[in-house]
């Protein structure tokens, strides 16, 4: 059964793919204007782009992406259970603490969302938008609670 999402972060828009055909349409119209153009040649480079962006942008959106729902947080290729987490408010994060989601380090534009596991350790949850992510969490884990 699909679950309800309670929060989500993308981690990436698929407004790039414009960006292969977009390029093409510049190179084909530069070219056209010295009376030698190749059209066929840059539908070939505006797929080829297109194709590649498409790998790009889904490969970002699988190991960015953030989401919360009843039963577990996602974040990036990590699943965290919700029965798992003790608190996500008044948590400090420690030196040392490891970051969801597999990386070394926060990806580049999130915040911490530090969080206390019900084993006492302390992991790096992460979102764009870590308050959100925060009071998203303390209402499921008051929910629980009750």
Known sequence: MEQPVLYREA???WWPLLWGPVFAAAGFG???LTGSAWPALWVFVACVLFVSTVLWVQGRRRVYGVRLTPVALHQ???ELPVRDIAAASGVEPRAGARVLGGGWALPR???PVPLRLVDGAVVLGWARDADALRVEL???LARRES
Do not use: I, Q, T, W
């Open 76 to 78: 990036g290729r990590e």
């Open 109 to 111: 534009g999130a915040e």
């Open 30 to 32: 530069v070219e056209a």
């Open 138 to 140: 303390d209402r499921l």
């Open 11 to 13: 981690g990436a828009s």
